[in-house]
């Protein structure tokens, strides 16, 4: 079993609907959870962050976690063309030895159609 | 403006020669990394470094060799032993605690000729 799983998608959806993107992860260990969006050939760009369990809202976006069930969603409100890209999400356990690394899922790409 | 370079942004590469990715940051971050992305497959971890003059193997490092002389500078070659070098490219940084995450480049995209 791969520690973080992502379903790859793709996800085509029309303008204005709602997303919701997806990660399960085996790691009970991990307690920092994040969202990159990734434009086509650009570098990702760190989108959402949550500590441990529960919700975090900025904008359109919402992230969720649920340890106990390991499993974290990235909700997309009211989507827009311009959100068309690939959707990776990361985690980590944090603190000192190497905890710091991050964890990738493979990616998720949407595209929203107008 | 705090950031981290990659460069050049396209580079092609004949068959048996060896190339080096350059990768620059001034966000004073202790860690850098260099990933690999193919389609379908996902951030492959090359290389990381958390201190300068150190760096250990991830997940794919043969065939790639990288060196951490400076804070700010993480170099990676894309040798002649590394038989499918098409792809691109990311380098990223980070604090050695990871609650701000990684900051990545834009991308180094390495074509076989």
């Known amino acids: 079993q791969k520690e973080v799983e992502q379903d790859p998608g793709p996800l085509s959806v029309p303008e204005g609907a709602i997303v919701s993107l997806n990660c399960t992860y085996s790691?009970?260990?991990?307690?920092?959870f994040m969202w990159y969006r990734q434009y086509s050939r650009k570098g990702p760009e760190l989108l959402m962050y949550?500590?441990?369990?529960g919700n975090k809202e900025d904008g359109r976006f919402t992230a969720q976690v649920d340890k106990s069930s390991k499993y974290i969603s990235l909700f997309i409100r009211d989507s827009q063309p311009s959100d068309s890209a690939t959707y990776l999400c990361a985690m980590s356990g944090g603190g000192g030895g190497s905890n710091y690394k991050l964890t990738f899922g493979k990616g998720t790409l949407l595209t929203v159609n107008p | 403006d705090g950031g981290i370079t990659q460069s050049p942004k396209y580079l092609f590469r004949k068959e048996g020669q060896n190339v080096t990715l350059s990768c620059e940051q001034n966000l004073n971050h202790d860690a850098m990394y260099w990933y690999r992305q193919d389609p379908g497959q996902g951030l492959r971890l090359i290389y990381y470094s958390q201190i300068v003059n150190d760096f250990q193997k991830g997940d794919i490092a043969e065939g790639y060799s990288v060196s951490r002389e400076k804070k700010e500078s993480f170099p990676l070659t894309v040798t002649s032993a590394q038989k499918n070098p098409t792809a691109f490219y990311l380098c990223?940084?980070?604090?050695?605690?990871?609650?701000?995450?990684?900051?990545f480049g834009s991308g180094t995209r390495l074509t076989v000729v």
């Open positions: 949550t500590y441990s369990s």
């Open positions: 990223a940084s980070s604090p050695l605690t990871v609650v701000s995450g990684y900051t």
């Open positions: 790691n009970s260990a991990f307690q920092y």
